[in-house]
């Protein structure tokens, strides 16, 4: 079993910047965020490679959004700049055993581990 544990989370204004943080409690494969707003499915933001070397993001947050990880800390993280309203949505830090993300990866029933999730408010 892996426990992950999301932080970082809070309210924000327009075009601003969060960082998250998910801790797990030891080592695990690729990881990946992902955020379900109020409504709406869970949606796949970023994922990463169990060795950090590749990472893959959803069409809506390329080039504003950054998925980083560090494995002396078993830290993955979730650099968020230029928030919009439509970034609103509780985060949500994933897990597999795999080491790779695959093309089928973007649904939720891809990972085994998840998080209890961080709430994230843009301000408009």
């Known amino acids: 079993q892996v426990h992950l544990v999301e932080s970082g989370g809070g309210l924000v204004q327009t075009g601003g910047s969060l960082r998250l943080s998910c801790a797990t409690s030891r080592h695990t494969g690729a990881m990946a965020w992902f955020r379900q707003a109020p409504g709406k499915e869970r949606e796949f933001v970023a994922g990463i490679y169990e060795n950090g070397e590749n990472t893959y993001y959803t069409e809506s947050v390329k080039g504003r959004f950054t998925i980083s990880r560090d494995n002396d800390k078993n830290t993955i993280y979730l650099q968020m700049s230029r928030v919009e309203p439509e970034d609103t949505a509780v985060y949500y830090c994933?897990?597999?055993?795999?080491?790779?993300?695959?093309?089928?990866?973007?649904?939720?029933?891809?990972?085994?581990?998840w998080g209890q999730g961080t709430q994230v408010t843009v301000s408009s």
């Open positions: 994933a897990a597999k055993s795999s080491p790779f993300i695959y093309s089928n990866d973007w649904v939720p029933s891809r990972y085994e581990y």
